[in-house]
Every structure is written in structure tokens, then in C-alpha cells.
């Protein structure tokens, strides 16, 4: 048994001497070390010797163990080596050479963008802008709208109702449906004449799809004056669409129920996505449904401490993100929201 470990070890350490690539080395490495390898049979065969043999094969068998790993070893770190040596002269870096620094500049994103332009527009024509709180009470959201507590927009299908109780009434909070409630705001605090828009964020318990989703940007109008008629509101509206598209649309007007205004009416214009042909922002009609307004209801001008028999007025209020989809041909309200930086930085 001393002869076939010497012989089995001048062999291996000729054949790890000889090998050309780290492929060999693992071959030679399972057939003389691994479980069914030679010097792993050569073991098995101690148990059958008697014990002062035991002791010197076993040495001897160790001796060769560790010979063979240690070669192994060496000539795998030859190869490292050698292929180190190799990428650095086929992949050579100058380190004295400057480094590349790469700045990138951030931008506005263009739901903000847009909201700046409407909003120069607006104040281009005497608007002032109001803001208002997100967490609204249920009474500025609702009731000082003219929206009861029977009405179907009070349902939890479509609001989303907060669990602390609103600081101002202690009655239920929401997250508002709407900017209509700084309507009620605005008059409270500064009477009339007014006229003011509203640019903000609303909530909706609804589920999403290519032109819905249950966060997004509204814009509302409101202008309270004596004498004042639809007429006012349709000059105002042909103005500010022109500018806001930079061309000419096709509007049109159908009547429309909101409970905060009588008579109320819907606002749509040619969808600029598909030239009126049909597609999934437009759902195939050709027209976008672009804002709802109407003369505002003597219930909402009381609310808001104003004598409706001298005072009368309009209010709109329309979704930014569709106005945005508009301009730019966004077929998907999502990307809107999506956070992704390849769709922010096209604007």
C-alpha cells in the first residue's frame, strides 16, 4: 500500500505540474481527493491492516494528502495570477488620469409646471390663489355645499373618513373630495366681491385605471359679484382654454347636476389624444369630460355669510392631471404619479 501512495502521489503532482487550466485542476482534484477518488479508496482499504500499519499508512496517507492540496493550491493560484496579469494589460487604467464626475440636474415636475402656468393665467385675469387644508370637517366638505347628509357622495365608496375627530366642529374629518371647500372658506373670510381659484390635492375612494385614480390634483374657480351670469363664466373658460393649450379645441356644454351650483353644467372638449377617433383616456367617445361648473347655489353663498339676493356667482373646478394629459398626450393618469425619473424628465 506504501508503493501505490507513492505511486499515486508522483503521478497527481506530475499531472497538477502539467495542467494548462483551472478545469484539469478541478478534474484532478475529484478524481485523487473526492469522495470516490483514488486516495479516498486507498483510506477505505486501512480498516483491514493491522494496527502498526494503520499508523504507518495512515501517516504516509496524510503526507500524500496534503502534498497533493498544497500543489493544487499553488498552481490555482499560478493561474489567478496569471490571468490578473493578463486583464491589466488588456484593461489598462490610467489612475493618474481625472476622474469623471457626473451631475445630474433635477427639474420641475410637470404636474407643478402646469399648475404654475394655470395659475398666471388666472391671476392674469384678477384671480387670487387660495389654498385650504387636505383634512377637511365634514360640514365645509359636505354640508356648506349643499351636499346632505342622504346625498350619495357622503357614502365610504367615495370618501376616505379619518378616525380622529376635526378640531374646528368636532364632527367626523375627511380627506376632501374636492377643492370646493375653500369656497365656503374664502367667502367666510373675505366676503364679496371675490374671485379666486383653487389649485390642490383631493382624495378619492375609487379604483384606478388610465384616466382615474384615488389621488389627484383639482383646480376650482369661484367669482361671486353682483350681476354676474354664465355669460361671465364662458368668456372666462374660452380664455383660459386657449392659453392653457396654445390651439384651438373643440368645447362643448351639456347640462350637469353638482349640488353646490344651479343651474349646473358639464365643460368637455375634443380629446388631443386621438383627434376624436376613440381611445382609453377619452373611452372611445372622442370627448373628455374636462370640468363641471354652474352659477352657485343660494345654499352655498348663505354658507359662506353672503346675501345671495345681492350677490350671485359661478364656480368650476377641473382635474389638473386630465388638463396635463391633454397637453401632452399622456394616455395613463398613472404615469403621472408613478415616480419614475424617465417619465419626469421628458419635461
Known sequence: MKSELTTLKANTLQGIAEAKDDHTLKQIDINILGRKGQLTDI??????????????????????????????????????????????????????????TTQTAGSIHPLSQLQKHVEEIFSEMGFSIMDGPEAESEYYNFEGLNIPK??????????FFL???????????????????VQVRTMEKYGAPLRVIVPGRVFRYEAT?????????????????????????????A????????????????????????????????????????????KKTGWVEFMGAGLVHPNVLKAGGIDSEVYQGWAFGFGLDRLLMMRHKIDDIRHIHGGDLRFVRQF
Open 150 to 159: 342622504h346625498h350619495p357622495a357622503r357614502d365610504m365608496q367615495d370618501t
Open 163 to 181: 378616525k380622529e375627530k376635526h378640531s374646528t366642529d368636532g364632527g367626523r374629518t375627511v380627506l376632501r373630495t374636492h377643492t370646493s371647500p
Open 43 to 100: 483510506l477505505r482499504k486501512l480498516k483491514d491492516l493491522s494496527p502498526d500499519e494503520k499508523k504507518t499508512v495512515g501517516k504516509l496517507a496524510n503526507e500524500v494528502k496534503t502534498d497533493i492540496q498544497i500543489a493544487l493550491e499553488n498552481k490555482q493560484k499560478q493561474f489567478a495570477n496569471s490571468e490578473l496579469e493578463k486583464s491589466l494589460n488588456e484593461d489598462w487604467i490610467d489612475l493618474t488620469a481625472p476622474g469623471k
Open 209 to 237: 385605471d388610465a384616466s382615474h385614480d384615488s389621488t389627484f390634483n383639482q383646480v376650482e374657480g369661484l367669482l361671486v359679484d353682483k350681476g354676474i351670469s354664465l355669460a361671465h363664466l364662458k368668456g372666462v373658460l
Open 239 to 282: 380664455q383660459f382654454l386657449s392659453r392653457a393649450f396654445g390651439q384651438e379645441v373643440t368645447v362643448r356644454f351639456r347640462p350637469g347636476y353638482f349640488p353646490f351650483v344651479e343651474p349646473g353644467l358639464e365643460v368637455d372638449f375634443s380629446c388631443l389624444i386621438c383627434k376624436q377617433e376613440g381611445c382609453r383616456v377619452c
